[in-house]
């Protein structure tokens, strides 16, 4: 299965933008899919993930309570939802196979299968 990642541009602090991830086939035999991103100098991070079982969200703490993911199952579609975007936020994001753990309380999204990317959609937060 590849993704494709669409809705990056530039954003200003506080405002939102919403960013699709399009699969090409199936991604029921995933765990989950979900949202990276990689910043100038950064490693890549998980920030949010969608359990295919039940539809359950996971969120970085990073992103806790400004970022939505959501899915569109009939579309093959997940979508992140950027509400009040911080400086700290521009990478570029990337979708792909995800699971969540727990460490003391805090949410780690990761990759849970494949070593491929696709090409990434772009996010610029600038005033």
């Known amino acids: 299965v590849q993704f494709v990642e669409s809705g990056g541009g530039l954003v200003q602090p506080g405002d939102s933008l919403r960013l699709s991830c399009a699969a090409s086939?199936?991604?029921?035999?995933?765990?989950?899919i979900g949202w990276f991103r990689q910043a100038p100098g950064k490693e890549r991070e998980g920030v949010a993930c969608?359990?295919?079982?039940?539809?359950?969200?996971y969120y970085a703490d990073s992103v806790k309570g400004r970022f939505t993911i959501s899915r569109d199952n009939a579309k093959n579609t997940v979508y992140l939802q950027m509400n009040s975007p911080k400086q700290e936020d521009a990478a570029v994001y990337y979708c792909a196979s995800c699971a969540a753990a727990f460490y003391g309380g805090s949410t780690v999204v990761y990759r849970d299968e494949g070593n491929d990317w696709g090409r990434g959609t772009q996010v610029t937060v600038s005033s």
């Open positions: 086939g199936s991604t029921l035999g995933y765990h989950g």
């Open positions: 969608v359990r295919n079982s039940d539809g359950a969200t």
